[in-house]
């Protein structure tokens, strides 16, 4: 593997095994998803924590931008995905990666002012109130991190989100040492027991009960590079909560081409800023893509930063419909198209080789990760 150049072998690798056009369910892929393993830890010095917390990310490098831009190195590849890790305790550690490619053996596995907008004409938004939806899936799985942005559970102790929360790409941000996960619960009457039953015709109120993180991973793509250029591509990032959540949490999936998404379409769900205390439900459509990133113009404000962008398909294997993270939303863009400023939002797409580095830090082990 040292000896490549380029990561033509790992796209190939990455496979994918689409339905028939005969089949009428959109279908999850079979992807055969790479290896990536620790090599080596460094201890860093620990980090300041000077940097202010931005809800959003802004770039003027749109999707041609980005299409345009050379394919990476497999060295290259190898440093983006390399990780910080920070603990509670203010501890840094810096993990080298290596990637491999596994053949099938058994295993199991298959084959800057006018950017605060963001609503494009009507505000097709939806403002979750009650507890029968706001506690039911999958609007449960969307929490609020500290620092102001949104979060997605992804597993028993795990909430994936987007870098830029936790890191601007020069240092960590103010308050990310004693990160927190906000999970919306009913708030009790006086006198009250925990009862779950209101008789109020109105909202029932809700509040944030937050549980500490333990530890978070940034991949070193974001830390290395910037929103200009290929820093984008890796604004995600995961953290470990101080104790299990007790939620039904949504599994992470390797995001297919757009022209593959049931109607073409996603969904996502956050904490806009605009809207105090609600957790705000969108869907429209992709409008265009790359390797590494979804632009669609889904109406969204600062604060929706870090929400997992779902879609639902059906589960092959499983004989059932099943909803799989696919994307984390990052930011907004206004891209100059033929001369005409043109604005989208943007998500950063889960590719097999960012699969199987998230799943590796849910897992640890890639035994358990070579199916996306």
Known sequence: MAGLSTLILLLCAAKDVMPSSSHWKPTWPSYRVPVILPRSTLNL????????????VVSPCGPECHKSSPLPTYEEVKNYLSYETLYANG????????????????????GKSRTKRQIYGYDSRFSIFGKDFLLNYPFSTSVKL??????????????????????DGKSYVKGAQK?????????????????????????????????RVKRTHVPKGWIKGNANDIGMDYDYAL?????????????????????????????????????PGNLVYRFCDVKDE????????????????????YVRMWKRQNHKWERKIIGIFSGHQWVDMNGTPQDFNVAVRITPLKYAQICYW???NYLDCREG
């Open 290 to 309: 790359t390797y590494d990133l979804l632009y669609q113009q889904c109406d969204a404000q600062p604060g929706a930063s870090g929400s997992g962008v």
């Open 362 to 364: 849910i897992k640890g």
């Open 91 to 110: 501890s840094l550690t810096e993990t080298e990666v290596g990637i491999y490619i596994l053949s099938n053996s058994g295993d199991g596995s298959q």
């Open 45 to 56: 010095d620990k980090p300041q924590f000077d940097a202010e917390a931005r809800l959003e």
């Open 179 to 211: 990160l927190r996960v906000g999970f919306l619960k009913p708030k009790l009457k006086d006198g009250s027991k925990g009862a779950n039953v209101t008789n109020s015709a109105m909202p029932e109120k809700m509040k944030f009960q937050w549980i």
């Open 239 to 275: 953290l470990e909560l101080k104790k299990p959540h007790k939620r039904k949490f949504m599994k992470i999936g390797v995001s297919p081409p757009a022209r593959h998404l049931p109607g073409g379409r996603i969904h996502f769900s956050g904490y806009d800023n605009d809207r």
């Open 146 to 167: 500290s620092t102001g942005c949104t979060g997605t559970l992804v597993a028993e102790k795990h909430v994936l989100t987007a870098a830029h929360c936790i890191h």
